[in-house]
């Protein structure tokens, strides 16, 4: 859309706020409101100033001037504001050369799709992210010097069946892993997840469906798929609208990768493939359909998977998701249909399907740079015809200590991704997607919450070491 065209919806629909918005580097929307009067074209054109020295991993307080460069392409009424207010996703330009800055998020997102383009190998790359996410009733914690601890409470959580409910409690709620797929009422949330597809719809996400997932209390909504920015953009609103939605209930949503001890972590599996003009690159006849290209794509992502996860499964808190007999794929192989394994084929009824599923993302992290570097990833493999090796049919859960010791598997921690993509980074700067002061950046960031996690005594520490 033209600004002309945006000067009109907001005529149109009685605007009376522009929301600008953009996604700091460790992928949490960020946003600044303009009054209505003050948007024109030179403001939709031109972008805004604002200070990048206080978003965390970006300025120095000397270079803190930056613009936020709204992109037209994508005005959304926003469905939760008592005034209306027009919500608009932003690029970051630097204040001085007004040229893409570099650690923006979004502008990687753009630059890999465009790398895409330039290789040859194809014109659009999709992404199908499929977001987990838990709700509760009430959640406290706190980290003082003498006192660390946290407390979560969810009406269908397992361990309030004895508990005493003003107005009695009625005792369906799932078991642990046992949310996959009563109805209501062992199903609570129903109307709720409407509610969540309504918001998305009313924001212009094409959405598919929604479910209870395994755990008492998490979920799972469905989207179509779409293009590499646009699908970080969705996602972005996936979180916004749970969140929000959530908060209206008089409960909370979060996304973080393992909030409970003992059932299934959320994770954010990703389909993806590639299309050069009308034509599906990773449908063939390979292994499960796959062609050539598919299969290389999948090795590069094999290969590079422990750099990957830095992006991928960005917080402490996602390395306790990643542990076997949680459908968590830790193992570093391919297979059709078999769930075990970090890249999963699956089944279809068009050939023009074709596809790959990533499943060790989670949904904690920044979608540009999680979807961004995959692309990369798989990239490389086709480039240089990465063999992903031979496929695996069988329950990777089932195979022996031994057996799996033999085995790549993604990273055990925060700590091992920070050093893989410290060590593995140049597939990502190919083409300047990424650059090594973003991903330098990035690290420098990520090691203040390794540090934050490692130096804090842990209540289990205590059970374990106290009486030693």
């Given at each position: 859309?033209?600004?002309?065209?945006?000067?009109?919806?907001?005529?149109?629909?009685?605007?009376?706020?522009?929301d600008l918005?953009?996604?700091?580097?460790?992928?949490?929307?960020?946003h600044?409101?303009?009054?209505?009067?003050?948007?024109?074209?030179d403001?939709?054109?031109?972008?805004?100033?604002?200070?990048?020295?206080?978003?965390?991993?970006?300025?120095?307080?000397n270079?803190s001037?930056?613009?936020?460069?709204?992109?037209?392409?994508?005005?959304?009424?926003?469905?939760?504001?008592?005034?209306?207010t027009?919500?608009?996703?932003?690029?970051?330009?630097d204040?001085?050369?007004?040229?893409?800055?570099?650690?923006?998020?979004?502008?990687?997102?753009?630059?890999?799709?465009?790398?895409?383009?330039?290789s040859?190998?194809?014109?659009k790359?999709?992404f199908?992210?499929?977001?987990?996410?838990?709700v509760?009733?009430?959640?406290?914690?706190?980290?003082?010097?003498?006192?660390t601890?946290?407390?979560?409470?969810?009406s269908?959580?397992?361990?309030?069946?004895?508990k005493?409910?003003?107005?009695?409690?009625?005792?369906?709620?799932?078991?642990?892993?046992?949310?996959?797929?009563?109805?209501?009422?062992?199903?609570?949330?129903?109307?709720?997840?409407?509610e969540?597809?309504?918001a998305?719809?009313?924001?212009?996400?094409?959405?598919?469906?929604?479910?209870?997932?395994?755990?008492?209390?998490?979920?799972?909504?469905?989207?179509y798929f779409?293009?590499?920015?646009?699908m970080?953009d969705n996602?972005?609103?996936?979180?916004?609208?749970?969140?929000?939605?959530?908060?209206?209930f008089?409960?909370?949503?979060t996304?973080?990768?393992?909030?409970?001890?003992?059932?299934?972590?959320?994770?954010?599996?990703?389909?993806?493939?590639i299309?050069?003009g009308?034509?599906?690159v990773?449908?063939?006849?390979?292994?499960?359909?796959?062609?050539?290209?598919?299969?290389?794509?999948?090795?590069?992502?094999l290969?590079?998977?422990?750099?990957?996860?830095?992006f991928?499964?960005?917080?402490?808190?996602?390395?306790?998701?990643?542990?076997?007999g949680?459908?968590a794929?830790?193992?570093?192989?391919?297979?059709a249909?078999?769930?075990?394994?970090?890249?999963?084929?699956?089944?279809?009824?068009?050939?023009?399907?074709?596809?790959?599923?990533?499943?060790?993302?989670?949904?904690?992290?920044?979608?540009?740079?999680?979807f961004?570097?995959?692309?990369?990833?798989?990239?490389d493999?086709?480039?240089?015809?990465?063999?992903?090796?031979?496929?695996?049919?069988?329950?990777?859960?089932?195979l022996?200590e031994?057996?799996?010791?033999?085995?790549?598997?993604?990273?055990?921690s925060l700590r091992?991704?920070?050093?893989?993509?410290?060590?593995d980074?140049?597939?990502?700067?190919?083409?300047?997607?990424?650059t090594?002061?973003?991903?330098?950046?990035?690290?420098?960031?990520?090691?203040?919450?390794?540090?934050?996690?490692?130096?804090?005594?842990?209540?289990i520490?205590?059970?374990m070491?106290?009486?030693?």
């Amino acid at each position: 859309m033209s600004s002309k065209n945006i000067l009109k919806l907001m005529k149109d629909k009685q605007v009376e706020f522009v929301d600008l918005r953009f996604t700091d580097p460790r992928g949490k929307l960020q946003h600044v409101t303009m009054d209505a009067t003050v948007v024109d074209d030179d403001l939709l054109n031109d972008g805004v100033f604002f200070d990048g020295s206080s978003i965390a991993g970006w300025k120095a307080i000397n270079q803190s001037d930056m613009l936020l460069k709204p992109d037209l392409s994508r005005p959304i009424i926003d469905p939760f504001n008592s005034h209306t207010t027009l919500n608009i996703f932003c690029d970051i330009l630097d204040a001085v050369k007004k040229d893409p800055y570099e650690r923006d998020p979004r502008g990687t997102a753009k630059k890999a799709e465009a790398y895409l383009k330039k290789s040859g190998i194809g014109d659009k790359s999709y992404f199908g992210p499929e977001p987990e996410f838990f709700v509760f009733d009430d959640v406290r914690f706190k980290n003082d010097m003498n006192e660390t601890s946290f407390s979560i409470d969810s009406s269908e959580g397992p361990y309030n069946t004895g508990k005493k409910y003003e107005n009695g409690n009625m005792g369906h709620r799932p078991g642990v892993k046992g949310g996959y797929f009563p109805v209501p009422p062992v199903d609570s949330a129903q109307d709720m997840r409407g509610e969540y597809l309504k918001a998305l719809r009313d924001m212009g996400v094409k959405v598919e469906k929604h479910h209870h997932e395994v755990a008492p209390s998490q979920h799972e909504l469905g989207m179509y798929f779409g293009t590499l920015t646009d699908m970080a953009d969705n996602l972005q609103l996936y979180k916004y609208a749970v969140q929000m939605v959530t908060h209206s209930f008089g409960k909370t949503a979060t996304f973080m990768p393992k909030p409970v001890k003992g059932d299934n972590g959320s994770g954010m599996h990703c389909h993806q493939s590639i299309w050069k003009g009308n034509t599906p690159v990773f449908m063939g006849k390979e292994y499960s359909g796959l062609s050539k290209t598919a299969l290389y794509y999948i090795g590069g992502i094999l290969k590079h998977a422990k750099a990957i996860n830095a992006f991928s499964n960005a917080t402490t808190n996602s390395y306790k998701r990643l542990i076997p007999g949680f459908e968590a794929p830790v193992i570093l192989a391919y297979s059709a249909r078999n769930r075990s394994a970090s890249c999963r084929i699956p089944i279809i009824n068009n050939p023009k399907a074709a596809r790959m599923e990533i499943r060790f993302p989670d949904a904690a992290g920044n979608p540009y740079l999680t979807f961004a570097s995959m692309l990369m990833a798989g990239i490389d493999g086709i480039k240089n015809k990465i063999d992903p090796g031979k496929s695996f049919d069988k329950d990777l859960y089932t195979l022996s200590e031994s057996e799996v010791k033999k085995l790549p598997t993604v990273c055990g921690s925060l700590r091992e991704a920070m050093e893989n993509l410290d060590k593995d980074r140049k597939f990502l700067t190919q083409g300047g997607v990424f650059t090594d002061d973003q991903i330098d950046a990035y690290i420098d960031l990520k090691f203040q919450e390794i540090y934050k996690f490692e130096h804090t005594p842990h209540p289990i520490e205590f059970e374990m070491y106290y009486s030693g």
